[in-house]
């Protein structure tokens, strides 16, 4: 433990736990063979066997999976889950998000409702974001797949292919409206 560490309600420290100084824990969070540099806050989550960098933000109600490494001054918000990632520095994953088997790059911004789908039905594939890039609300980046730097997904894509760098890709189906005869 570091100094001026508070540790609120409910909160519980279990395994192997290396804690930075001025750190806010909880209330109600578990953390397990972590290690958690300075200046974390992390309330109402779980942290696995994972490495978190200066200044994170995490929670409410976040899970951050075993081999995970989020640096410095990133935020995961409230029902995020990260899974065997590496989460780049100023990167903002701010609620409702599944970010699995991914690299996320430097001041990337996830929009809520956005997933990377790393499993096929038999094997667990790689996402790769680049630097810079954003994803709208609701989009789904079905891995293996790699998004270049400075792209912008627009908002409900599903995203299946390699996207070069500093690009806006929109995927979406046509809209069909039928009126209802009585």
């Given amino acids: 433990f570091g100094t001026d560490v508070i540790i609120e309600?409910?909160?519980?420290?279990?395994?192997?736990?290396?804690?930075?100084?001025?750190?806010?824990?909880?209330?109600?969070?578990?953390?397990t063979n972590s290690t958690l540099a300075e200046n974390v806050l992390a309330i109402h989550s779980f942290i696995n066997e994972a490495t978190i960098g200066k200044g994170v933000s995490i929670g409410p109600f976040a899970h951050i999976r075993p081999e995970s490494n989020i640096c410095a001054n990133s935020k995961v918000g409230n029902f995020v889950e990260i899974k065997k990632s590496f989460i780049d520095e100023g990167?903002?994953?701010?609620?409702?998000?599944?970010?699995?088997?991914?690299?996320?790059?430097?001041?990337?911004?996830?929009?809520a409702g956005t997933i990377t789908a790393n499993f096929?039905?038999?094997?667990?594939?790689?996402?790769?974001?680049?630097?810079?890039?954003?994803?709208?609300?609701?989009?789904?980046?079905?891995?293996?797949?790699?998004?270049?730097?400075?792209?912008?997904?627009?908002?409900?894509?599903?995203?299946s292919k390699d996207i070069p760098d500093k690009t806006l890709v929109v995927e979406r189906s046509k809209t069909i409206i039928r009126t209802k005869i009585d």
């Fill in 9 to 31: 309600p409910q909160t519980h420290l279990r395994g192997k736990c290396n804690i930075g100084n001025g750190c806010h824990l909880g209330p109600g969070s578990v953390i």
């Fill in 91 to 111: 990167t903002k994953i701010n609620h409702l998000s599944y970010i699995g088997d991914s690299s996320l790059g430097k001041n990337v911004n996830i929009g």
């Fill in 120 to 159: 096929d039905g038999e094997k667990k594939h790689r996402t790769i974001i680049g630097n810079y890039s954003k994803s709208g609300a609701n989009s789904v980046l079905v891995a293996p797949i790699k998004i270049g730097s400075h792209v912008t997904i627009g908002a409900g894509s599903t995203i």
